[in-house]
């Protein structure tokens, strides 16, 4: 399981979300431009030392990560508040990598276009979104539940 993060623009949630793949064994993508550099002390704050632990490969463009996940031939499996299918209902596998969107914007047509799924955590109607970090552990909870891949990069 990976999990990768499309243009993400505050910098304590990427540090929580990097915190939280270094103690799950989860490798992590981002996809620039960031709204902020590595040096920005929100984001070390947030990742603190586990950012020393954690698989990180930084992704200049979305097409540049395309042509890495189409080598690798990895099904991407985006999270997004547009979904139709809860994602308690998909089957993960181990290799999928999971997709989060922009706080800001989330994602573009585009990007939404190349998912081979495009799943919902479903929450209360009349309310927007889940803090993006607050979602990728949700969903990492529900995909390593159903792999059993926890504990391992990759
Ligand atoms: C703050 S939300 C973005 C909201 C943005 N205005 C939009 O419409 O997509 C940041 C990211 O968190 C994830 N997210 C937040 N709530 C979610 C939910 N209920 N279901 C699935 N993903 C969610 C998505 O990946 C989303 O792109």
């Not at 304590?12 to 915190?19: P, S, Y």
């Not at 920005?40 to 586990?50: K, N, Q, T």
């Not at 547009?82 to 181990?94: E, F, I, T, W």
């Amino acid at each position: 399981m990976q999990i990768a993060l499309f243009q993400p623009d505050i910098p304590q949630n990427t540090g929580t979300i990097l915190r939280l793949c270094a103690c799950l064994g989860v490798a992590a993508h981002i996809i620039e431009p960031a709204g902020f550099p590595v040096s920005d002390r929100h984001f070390r704050r947030a990742g603190m030392d586990y950012l020393d632990q954690v698989t990180i490969m930084r992704h200049d463009s979305w097409s540049k990560f395309e042509q890495w996940r189409n080598i690798g031939g990895y099904r991407l499996i985006l999270f997004t508040t547009k979904g139709v299918s809860s994602y308690l209902d998909y089957r993960y596998s181990a290799a999928d990598i999971l997709l989060f969107g922009r706080e800001s914007a989330g994602v573009p047509d585009e990007v939404v276009a190349k998912a081979d799924a495009r799943l919902v955590i479903p929450i209360k109607p009349g309310l927007r979104s889940l803090n993006v970090a607050m979602a990728a552990a949700m969903a990492l909870g529900e995909a390593l539940r159903q792999t059993g891949s926890t504990g391992s990069q990759g």
